[in-house]
């Protein structure tokens, strides 16, 4: 049988700092410009018919057409993706019937790419499309990027060394970590895709221009990417010298 009086007891730590073991509480913080690694192109497909056979015709060749020019860059893009699909019928302006004027039919396709110098030429070639409207890019960085894990190293090495100067400007130095805290530090607006422009490129087969040769490439300049932590951390430190 176990005597409780010979038990040692366990005296959970005093959530403040005492006179014999002070505390100090920092917040780190660290800000980095980084490389985009990825750029994405917003790409909608449109057509228009007096009749819906006719108009998912034209929508289904130029959709094709446009996935086939995609893959032609292999590697360089790392993603194709269809988002949503339309077909809508256009109401004749007067009259109380039914009558259907025109049918317009849409496609939504998104494209990522990780080579930039494929970007330009994919996005001018594809706004030369018929029917085409392409936006963006939009400069991101992936969400397992090593520039945020090294923001949040630069953070904590901040948090250390701020600690060590309230310390030293004590003539006390730091004895334990009690709590580092993480405050969901990235940047989450900062590190996001930002668009290089407001509205986008258009084929000008969309305005009703003729078509001509391929156009000369696009020089897009890759944006650079802010990378944002912080974080809060709790030491102890000897007795201060006062």
């Known amino acids: 049988m176990t005597d409780e009086a010979s038990t040692p007891q366990h005296t959970p730590a005093a959530p403040y700092g005492t006179p014999d073991v002070p505390r100090v509480a920092v917040r780190g913080e660290a800000r980095l ?6 750029a994405r192109i917003s790409i909608t497909v449109s057509a228009r018919g007096k009749d819906r056979r006719a108009a998912l015709d034209d929508l289904t060749r130029r959709n094709a057409q446009l996935i ?10 790392e993603k194709l993706e269809t988002g949503s699909f339309s077909v809508t019928p256009e109401p ?22 990780n080579d930039f110098t494929a970007l330009g030429e ?6 030369d499309l018929d029917m085409t409207r392409v936006s963006g ?3 991101s960085l992936r969400s397992d990027s090593p520039a945020h894990a090294e923001a949040r190293r630069q953070a904590v090495r901040e948090a250390v060394k701020r600690a060590r100067e309230y310390a ?12 580092l805290a993480d405050l969901g530090a ?32 696009l020089d897009l300049e890759p944006q650079l990417q802010t990378v944002y932590a912080q974080v809060n951390a709790r030491f102890t430190m000897t007795p201060p010298e006062l």
């Open 33 to 38: 410009e980084v490389d985009p690694e990825i």
């Open 68 to 77: 086939e020019l995609t893959k032609t860059y292999g590697a360089a893009v």
């Open 92 to 113: 004749a302006q007067h009259g109380r019937s039914e009558r259907i004027r025109a049918y317009h039919g849409r496609v939504h396709v998104t494209v990522v790419l």
């Open 122 to 127: 994919l996005a001018t070639r594809i706004a």
């Open 137 to 139: 890019p939009w400069w």
């Open 168 to 179: 030293g400007a004590l003539d006390a130095r730091l004895a334990a970590l009690v709590e």
């Open 186 to 217: 990235e940047n989450a607006a900062a590190s996001a895709p930002m668009p290089a422009a407001p509205g986008g490129l258009r084929s000008r087969a969309a305005y009703g221009g003729a078509e001509s040769e391929a156009p000369a490439a």
